[in-house]
């Protein structure tokens, strides 16, 4: 997921996706526990995205202050 495309969701939009990737980051948490994780480059991904959905809303939330 790239930057450019999160600027362009909604606040509902980001919302809804933050709370998908935070399932599947507790998910992965899981599997990694119980030795079933094959794709560990995924757990890097998904922080990573979850980290730029909140950078971009509260840029917005900012913006939106102003």
């Known amino acids: 997921m790239k930057a450019s495309d999160v600027r362009a969701m909604t606040a509902d939009q ?3 996706e933050l709370e998908k990737l935070k399932k599947e980051q507790f998910n992965l948490r ?3 526990a ?3 994780l094959e794709n560990t480059v995924r757990v890097r991904e998904v922080r990573r995205d979850i980290a730029r ?3 971009v809303a509260q840029q917005k939330r900012v913006e939106s202050a102003e």
């Open 53 to 55: 959905l909140m950078t």
């Open 34 to 36: 119980t030795g079933q």
């Open 30 to 32: 899981f599997q990694k």
């Open 14 to 16: 980001i919302a809804d």
